[in-house]
C-alpha cells in the first residue's frame, strides 16, 4: 500500500481501536452487556492486528522512499533522507517483531532487547531528520541574506552598512527565519512534525 493510503487507514483503525476500549470499559460492569462488551473487546483485537499490518506497510513505504532518495542530487539531503528512511524502516521491523511476541506467535523472543532497539531507531530517525530541516533552514537563511546584503549595497556606502550590520543583524536573521519558514509550509510543517517526535508520518 502507499503511504496516501495507510495513513488515514492507519488512523481510522486506530481511533476505532481506542473507541472500541473506551466502550468495553463503560459497560463492562452493567448487566446485560456482556455479549456486547465481547463484541467490542473483540473488535478491538481485530483493529490492534489491522494496525500492525498497516505499519508493516508503512515499513515496506519508507524502503521504497530511501531507495528513491539516493538519487537526490545534492549530498546532505540525500544522506539524511536515506539513513532516515532506513532507519525508519528498522524500528517498523522491530515493532512487527515486538507484535510477534504478544501474539504468541514467536514467545521466545527477548521483548526488552527488541523494545530497546526499537527506542533507538526512533530517536535516531528523528536526529537525522531535524538535522536535515536544520541544514535547508541554514541553507535558505544563507541565500535569503545575501541577497538582502545585495540590496543594501545599492543603498549603503561600507561604512555604514557595517554599522547596521552590528546593530540588525541578529534581529534581521530572526525575521528572515519567520519570512522562510512562512513562505515553506512543508519545511515548518515537517519541523513542527519531527519536534513532535512523529515519525508514523512519510518522511518524503
Known sequence: PTSAAVTPLSGLT????YTCMLL?????????????????????SNMSSGRKMFRLGNMVHALVAAKRTTQL??????????ASNLTRALYFICDAVLWLKSTGLQPDIDKMKWQNRATKCYYLSLLINLARDWYEISW??????????????????????ELHHVK????????????????????LLD?????QGNIDVPMF
Open 14 to 17: 486506530s481511533a476505532t481501536q
Open 24 to 44: 468495553s470499559y463503560l459497560i463492562e460492569h452493567k448487566a446485560g452487556k456482556e455479549k456486547l462488551v465481547m463484541k467490542l473487546k473483540q473488535l478491538e
Open 73 to 82: 542530487p545534492d549530498v546532505v539531503p540525500r544522506f539524511c533522507l536515506t
Open 140 to 161: 535558505r537563511l544563507e541565500q535569503a541574506i545575501r541577497k538582502e546584503n545585495t540590496k543594501e549595497n545599492s543603498f549603503w556606502d561600507k561604512h555604514s552598512q
Open 168 to 187: 540588525c543583524d541578529g534581529l534581521r536573521s530572526y525575521l528572515l527565519l519567520f519570512q522562510i519558514l512562512k513562505r515553506n509550509p512543508p519545511l
Open 191 to 195: 519541523l513542527v512534525k519531527n519536534l
